[in-house]
C-alpha cells in the first residue's frame, strides 16, 4: 500500500472515532440534563398536589396563620379594636391633680440662690423695703474665703434675726463659677469673693453696695462684725 493511501486511511478512521465520540457525550449530557430536570419537577409537584388538600372528610380545614380562626378564649379582632367609651359628665367634674404645680419657699439663712437682682418673691414682699446680703464665692475656696463667709452669716444672724425671720432680711450664699451665677459678676463688677448688700422696693432694685472692707477686718472679728451690721442696718433704716 502506498504511504499516502495508508495516511488517507489512518486519518478518515480518527475523524471516524473523534465523530463517534462527540455523538456519544451529547447523548449522555441530554440524559443527564432530562433526569435532573425531572428530580427538580417532582418537589414542585408534590407541593402543588399538597396545597389543593385543603378539605379533609369533606370539610374545610384552616390553613395555618389564617387570621380569621379564633383561639377559644381569644377576644375577637372587634373586640380588640373597640373604642374607649368618651368621658362623662362625671368624670368632668372630678378634680385634677397638677404634680408640677409648686409653690416657693422662702429663702433661709444658708440657702444658695440664682434669681437676678430686681426678682421679687411674692407680692407681699414686693410691698415693702427688703434688703438682701449676697455672699459670692467660687467653687474652690480657701480657709480665708470660709472665714470670710462664716463672720458675714454671723454678723447678720447676731443681730437682723426678726428681720430673717420677717423676710425683710435675706442671707444667700452665691458659687459665681455656676453658669446661672456668672451675671452676678457683671451685675456688682466682682472680681474676688465679696458681700453685697442689695436695695430693693416694689420688687425693683434700687441701690446696692459691695462691703469691700471685709477684707481688711478678716483678723479683726469684733470690728468685721460691728462694720458688717453698721452697714446692713443702714441700708434697713435701723442703724
Known amino acids: 500500500m502506498k504511504p499516502k493511501v495508508l495516511v488517507t486511511v489512518i486519518l478518515l478512521v480518527f475523524i471516524a472515532a473523534a465523530i463517534t465520540y462527540v455523538v456519544v457525550e451529547e447523548t449522555r449530557t441530554n440524559g443527564r440534563q432530562a433526569s435532573s430536570q425531572?428530580?427538580?419537577?417532582?418537589?414542585?409537584?408534590?407541593?402543588?398536589?399538597?396545597?389543593?388538600?385543603?378539605?379533609?372528610?369533606?370539610?374545610?380545614?384552616?390553613?395555618?396563620?389564617?387570621?380569621?380562626?379564633?383561639?377559644?378564649?381569644?377576644?375577637?379582632?372587634?373586640?380588640?379594636?373597640?373604642?374607649?367609651?368618651?368621658?362623662?359628665?362625671?368624670?368632668?367634674?372630678?378634680?385634677?391633680?397638677?404634680?408640677?404645680?409648686?409653690?416657693?419657699?422662702a429663702a433661709t439663712p444658708g440657702t444658695e440662690a440664682t434669681a437676678r437682682p430686681g426678682e421679687a418673691r411674692s407680692p407681699e414682699a414686693a410691698s415693702k423695703p427688703r434688703?438682701?446680703?449676697?455672699?459670692?464665692?467660687?467653687?474652690?475656696?480657701?480657709?480665708?474665703?470660709?472665714?470670710?463667709?462664716?463672720?458675714?452669716?454671723?454678723?447678720?444672724?447676731?443681730?437682723?434675726?426678726?428681720?430673717?425671720?420677717?423676710?425683710?432680711?435675706?442671707?444667700?450664699?452665691?458659687?459665681?463659677?455656676?453658669p446661672e451665677n456668672k451675671h452676678f459678676l457683671d451685675d456688682y463688677k466682682l472680681y474676688t469673693r465679696s458681700l453685697v448688700i442689695v436695695k430693693m422696693q416694689q420688687g425693683r432694685q434700687v441701690d446696692w453696695k459691695n462691703l469691700e472692707k471685709i477684707w481688711d477686718l478678716v483678723d479683726d472679728k469684733p470690728g468685721f462684725l460691728e462694720y458688717v451690721q453698721r452697714e446692713i442696718g443702714a441700708y434697713m433704716g435701723t442703724s
Open 38 to 105: 425531572t428530580s427538580s419537577q417532582a418537589p414542585a409537584e408534590r407541593a402543588e398536589r399538597d396545597s389543593r388538600m385543603v378539605e379533609t372528610n369533606g370539610k374545610a380545614q384552616p390553613e395555618a396563620g389564617d387570621a380569621s380562626v379564633k383561639t377559644p378564649g381569644e377576644p375577637s379582632a372587634s373586640a380588640k379594636t373597640a373604642p374607649r367609651p368618651a368621658a362623662t359628665a362625671t368624670d368632668a367634674r372630678k378634680p385634677v391633680r397638677d404634680d408640677k404645680a409648686s409653690t416657693p419657699a
Open 131 to 178: 434688703v438682701i446680703a449676697y455672699y459670692f464665692h467660687a467653687t474652690q475656696r480657701c480657709a480665708t474665703c470660709r472665714k470670710l463667709e462664716a463672720y458675714s452669716h454671723e454678723a447678720i444672724t447676731q443681730r437682723f434675726a426678726a428681720q430673717l425671720e420677717d423676710g425683710s432680711l435675706e442671707w444667700r450664699a452665691v458659687n459665681t463659677d455656676e
